[in-house]
């Protein structure tokens, strides 16, 4: 009797730890921005010199990643930006080509260390100066890292001159 007991407890405990761990883990995904056409001419000559990180951010520090001014992030001498393990693109006239943080990218690894929910993609748009909280500021854009969000492994952005847009739709977070 105690023998049966202890295999259906094992087996409940099987159960409830699969049903509870798929869904809402952080996966990892190509990520790649790209520029659209409102950001420069078709020949590529008038595109400006943008910079792009991606960040890791866990649900503990996601307060202080939304509220943070992307005017200050960007202006060269911010602590926030200096310390966080961040991928960095740049596009110019010289390289405008889209630019992907690859999911086997080592970055993945730290962000996961650090209990990573979401990445932050922040963008010094210019002519932008317009400090807004979360995705309410153009130059600053909130993708979740829970698979259940994503149908792919690819999420494709573009750089527009209004701010950053998801064209990988995302899904509802469920309740």
Known sequence: MTRVLGVVVFAVVVVLGVG??????????DITLQLGSSVGGADGTSIPSLEADLVGVSDFDMERWS???????????????????????????????????????????????RSATHVFVLINLPGVR??????????????PLAKNRWSSREILIEVQRSGLVPLTRVRPAEN
Not at 20 to 29: K, L, M, P, V
Not at 130 to 143: E, K, P, V
Request: overall charge negative; hydrophobic content about 25%.
């Open 20 to 29: 509870c761990s798929n869904g809402n883990a952080a996966g990892r995904y």
């Open 130 to 143: 317009d400090d807004r909280a979360g995705d309410q500021d153009a130059r600053r854009l909130i993708l």
């Open 67 to 113: 509220n943070h001014s992307m005017t200050e992030y960007f202006r060269g001498q911010d602590t926030l930006r200096a310390e966080a393990p961040r991928h960095t693109v740049q596009f110019s006239s010289e390289s405008p080509d889209p630019k992907t943080l690859d999911a086997k990218d080592p970055i993945w690894e730290t962000w996961k260390q």
